[in-house]
């Protein structure tokens, strides 16, 4: 298969974008990811492009994107996998140059969430990615799907609220220094337990905020990669894995198989393990997902979950650390530049770019899991060419 | 690159299926497409899938496609690209091919348009794939914007109302023969000229129906094709096109700039032309439509489209017979299924099994034009492998 290179990356702060509509979000990531080839870029260079997005507000999508964009003479399709849309842009990037289709592509990702449609409501937003029959309609929004998962983990587990409170406790820390991020200040363990209660066991500080914002990659095919820059990040494994729709169907809430499945296919592309990464960007929604993440990313054992976030190995520093630019909790999370924004990050990382450099760092994976927890995508960078 | 076939396709009936929901409907297209395979087909081959959806009334597209279809193992994602989906979810399934991650793929497309979510109205239907700033708050949904259009065709070409009333009196002459058609009955001139005004120029039997309904395809890589079937169709061409999302900036109106360059892409990456295809699909969402297709899909020169229906050309027995499934307009049009559903067509035609079988068929083409006239996607089949 031909190698993909990234060539640049970019997006702009996540938050509440009252004054931006998507038209206005859409052009500045991909200003900001094309003026991040080092070489230069001739943006008439680009031969397809994908724009992930979960929910529109502004109208059709990839119409949209190809109008704000000035990219209306090349093809530009609309990718959507719920909170995994943004990792899956990415692989189909990946798989558009394999194909050997195109030679320069352009993924870029966005969401309005503080904003839906004139149309629509949040409620609306939500049952657009979960089951319209059973889930959505027996109130399993977000905070309270993913809740289940975290409830049984607990209990089986011997992780504690504690735990999870330190999750959410390091991703703001780490958020602090990242100019992109939502929510730049620091929080305790005790203000989390604290917090007022959204749904057991996720308490205020547990839960990522609602966010607007874009996030782009350039990627290039291997032959060409040293035209648009001599540090070019390789995407060495996509992966993309499913799960069972409702929650009644589930087979152990303690895990995520769509996100075991994305891993094992990302990580058998690229010809690397869990313990070949370096840093990653998890989809820590809610912090006690990103302790079920460690997991189900391969980076412990079952259940270990919480000794790496008690010994501080995935905090900087550590041995693997974990959302370096804040996480979905303190960075925000508009879904379809999730991902975008999290290969972004590591893209910054492997290059030493980064506001919260791991040294050395020359593998990461960016990961997201969503869609009442049935799908899931796995994106494994490196320097190396592999 | 390497080349793609197409081994299986089906389809539901198209019609208003309100006894059957999406999570019905896509397991019966799935169904149809693998009992189509020759030499039989063992689901487990499948490796990769995508769920061309317009607008979810279900919930989350790719989950649902994946849980209902049994597809758990599998990665599976949601394309969309307004009316033009069903086309360009086919161009997805070939670039996964092509680039080597896959060897056998799942393409599938369906909506339900008569039975809107629990959530949302045909209003919100129509905002999801049209600029929600200007033109859908202007009235421009699917009739009024494509009205703009034909009505400033029928100023300045020769063509008239007598002319586009002949084409759905074609396309519902097609359609009769078609079990899985929505509209099996004949209509006369006359009854176009005189059904009631929708708006101007198109009154009801100048629109196509609203309906529900699924398509789906198997398709496979070159050299595995042989394990499936002796009698492969070739996707020799998949092109995409864009243009402005709205009115307002559209430059000419006598031509859909998005069909020209989607055709002109399929047309080079297939080393084919207009003059090499034996029958085709095209997007008569609105019967004057065809007659702009004609031209800009390059059957006929600017402006001459009338001709080719006058003659009928473009009728069984013709040049060039267009919609021999009966087109959108009697077949009906879901629009995800739509762009599959002409590749079914097509599909049956080169291998000799269609209902309105055109003599000698060799290559075929499917074109869909959609989200105001923002993009066109066209694929073009052989049973040639070129």
Not at 210 to 228: C, F, K, M, P, W
């Amino acid at each position: 298969m031909r190698r993909v290179a990234m060539v640049g990356a970019g997006m702009t702060t996540f938050g509440e974008h009252f004054g931006l509509g998507i038209k206005d979000l859409l052009p500045m990531a991909v200003s900001e990811a094309v003026a991040n080839v080092d070489k230069g870029f001739d943006r008439s260079d680009i031969e397809a492009a994908w724009f992930g997005e979960l929910v529109s507000t502004d109208g059709f999508p990839a119409g949209l994107m190809a109008d704000s964009c000035g990219l209306l003479d090349i093809p530009v399709s609309r990718l959507e996998n719920a909170c995994a849309t943004g990792n899956d842009a990415i692989r189909h990037g990946v798989m558009a140059i394999a194909s050997g289709m195109y030679d320069v592509v352009l993924v870029v990702g966005g969401d309005k969430v503080r904003e839906t449609s004139a149309r629509s409501t949040f409620w609306d937003w939500m049952s657009s990615n979960r089951d319209q029959a059973w889930d959505f309609a027996l109130g399993l929004v977000a905070p309270a799907n993913f809740a289940l998962h975290v409830s049984r983990y607990l209990y089986e587990s011997p992780a504690t609220r504690e735990h999870q409170a330190m999750v959410a406790v390091k991703n703001h820390k780490h958020g602090v220094s990242n100019p992109k991020a939502q929510m730049r200040f620091e929080i305790t363990v005790e203000k989390v337990l604290n917090a007022p209660m959204v749904v057991e066991p996720f308490g205020l500080l547990d839960c990522s905020p609602q966010s607007d914002g874009a996030a782009a990659a350039v990627l290039v095919a291997e032959n060409i990669a040293d035209r648009y820059t001599d540090r070019p990040v390789w995407v060495r494994g996509v992966g993309l894995g499913m799960d069972r729709i409702m929650h009644a169907h589930k087979g152990d809430m303690t895990s995520f198989p769509a996100s075991r499945r994305a891993a094992k296919a990302s990580y058998a592309m690229a010809g690397l393990g869990p313990n070949d990464m370096h840093v990653a960007e998890t989809h820590d929604c809610f912090s006690g997902v990103e302790l079920i993440n460690y997991e189900d990313l391969g980076f412990c054992d079952k259940f270990d979950g919480y000794k790496l976030i008690e010994s501080g190995e995935t905090t900087i520093g550590g041995r693997i650390p974990v959302n370096t630019s804040g996480g979905l909790k303190a960075k925000g999370h508009p879904p379809g530049a999730t991902g975008i924004a999290q290969c972004y990050e590591i893209f910054e990382q492997l290059r030493g770019d980064a506001h919260n450099q791991v040294d050395g760092a020359r593998n990461g994976l960016a990961h997201n899991i969503g869609g009442p927890t049935a799908v899931s995508a796995v994106t494994i960078l490196s320097i190396d060419k592999g």
